[in-house]
Antibody, heavy 116, light 107 residues
Framework: QVQLMESGPGLVQPSETLSLTCTVS????????VHWVRQPPGKGLEWMGV???????DYNSALKSRLSISRDTSKNQVFLKMNSLQSEDTTTYYC??????????WGQGVMVTVSS | DIQMTQSPASLSASLEEIVTITCQAS??????LAWYQQKPGKSPQLLIY???SLADGVPSRFSGSRSGTQYSLKISRLQVEDIGIYYC?????????FGSGTKLEIK
């Protein structure tokens, strides 16, 4: 069945780089788009960016200068890297599969705290 | 970017009551609108897509509608398991923006 699982460090130092991995199963990265969405504690959802099935990417303009999304199709993994982390980047990060513009499957999320 | 203005921010209703949540899009998004339900500590789950289509396994008491650029989610007979936070999302163009959420509680 379709599954997505985020993994990464729970704690990152301010100004450092966050690296997250979304490992997927039950579908092919070359057939479906995978998005990253984040949610600060007690707040709403923010779309971060997407790895299109064709291999290109698109980013939220507010994060574009700090954000990079890539993938390894042989490992069924999508990667997120975001640099210059600050306290406002303390949030839960989700990856989600897109089907016809909608997010039909989500990972369980990974909580990342930015703190020294 | 397309802005989604969602209301109300919170809502308390009685069991079996009809509940309506709305989202106003800042521009035309056609029927590219989804609703998600998020329960505490869980990931969002797709409820409705394409403005009116129910996702797999979603009870028929949930329904979606549209009037111009205003979109509504209706729960016809509120159940205990419906508590959570509801988000709309426009899927017309990236960035795929979300509404600010509606927290639904049982009175």
């Amino acid at each position: 069945q379709v599954q997505l699982m985020e993994s990464g460090p729970g704690l990152v130092q301010p100004s450092e780089t966050l690296s997250l991995t979304c490992t997927v199963s039950g579908f092919s990265l070359t057939s479906y788009n995978v998005h990253w969405v984040r949610q600060p504690p007690g707040k709403g959802l923010e779309w971060m960016g997407v790895m299109w099935s064709g291999g290109s990417t698109d980013y939220n303009s507010a994060l574009k200068s700090r954000l990079s999304i890539s993938r390894d199709t042989s490992k069924n993994q999508v990667f997120l890297k975001m640099n210059s982390l600050q306290s406002e980047d303390t949030t839960t990060y989700y990856c989600a599969r897109e089907k016809f513009h909608y997010f039909d499957y989500w990972g369980q999320g990974v909580m990342v705290t930015v703190s020294s | 970017d397309i802005q989604m203005t969602q209301s109300p921010a919170s809502l308390s209703a009685s069991l079996e009551e009809i509940v309506t949540i709305t989202c106003q899009a800042s521009q035309n998004i056609g029927n590219w609108l989804a609703w998600y339900q998020q329960k505490p500590g869980k990931s969002p789950q797709l409820l409705i897509y394409g403005t009116t289509s129910l996702a797999d396994g979603v009870p028929s008491r949930f329904s979606g509608s549209r009037s111009g650029t205003q979109y509504s989610l209706k729960i016809s007979r509120l159940q205990v398991e419906d508590i959570g936070i509801y988000y709309c999302q426009q899927a017309s163009s990236t960035p795929f923006t979300f509404g600010s959420g509606t927290k639904l509680e049982i009175k």
